[in-house]
Structure formats: structure tokens, C-alpha cells
């Protein structure tokens, strides 16, 4: 008698726990579902920004082009230091190191001030 008890509390502990988890999947299937298409709208929006990346993308030439508009006009330092920020994160986003470390060759260029008085001047 005592053996047919522990059998029917075994069975009972694992039917129990199979009930339970059927519940609790029961319960949870609508966050589940929005978990899912949350994941599956990540996915597709990565998928969207690895092809807009190609759009984000500069030539040499472009930027050639600016550093010389900001040679040709040494007066506006506005421009030539959005440029020079604009440029530092354009070279930090795509780790460019020669765009980063590049300051010195486009200070080299004859202006009023120096960029290496400027720079010295701030140490």
C-alpha cells in the first residue's frame, strides 16, 4: 500500500508540474508573441540601416572639397570649425584614423594665424 501511494504522489508531482507549465505558457503567450515581433521588427530595421550605411559614406574627393572651400576661406571660422567637428565624427563613426589624426596637414596650408600657434596656445 505504501509503495502504490508513493507511486500515485509521484505521478501526481509530474502531472502537476506539466499542468503548470502549460498554464504558465498559457498565460504568457501574448507577451511572448510581443516579444517575438519586437525581435522580428529589430531584424528588419537592421537590415534597413545596413543599407542606408552605404548612403552615409563620403569619397575622398567630397572631402577634399570642403577642407579646400575652408582653405579658400580663412576668415570663417565658423565653417572651418563645424568642418573640422563634423569631420572628426564623421572619421570616429567609420574609424578612420588618418581623418582623425589629420589636423596637422590641414593646418600645414598658409592662413593669419597658425593652427599650430592656435593649438600650442591651448596647452
Known sequence: MANKSYLI????????FAVGFLLANALNRDELDAVRLEN???????????????????T?????TK???ADANPGNFTFQ??????????GSMKKDSAL???????FAGPASVSGRAILSSLN
Open 9 to 16: 504522489t509521484i505521478i501526481a508531482v509530474l502531472v502537476s
Open 40 to 58: 522580428n521588427r529589430l531584424k528588419t530595421s537592421e537590415a534597413n540601416n545596413t543599407q542606408n550605411t552605404t548612403e552615409l559614406t563620403l
Open 60 to 64: 575622398n574627393d567630397e572631402i577634399q
Open 67 to 69: 577642407i579646400a572651400d
Open 81 to 90: 570649425k563645424n568642418l573640422g567637428l563634423a569631420l572628426y565624427r564623421y
Open 100 to 106: 582623425i589624426s589629420r589636423p596637422s596637414s590641414v
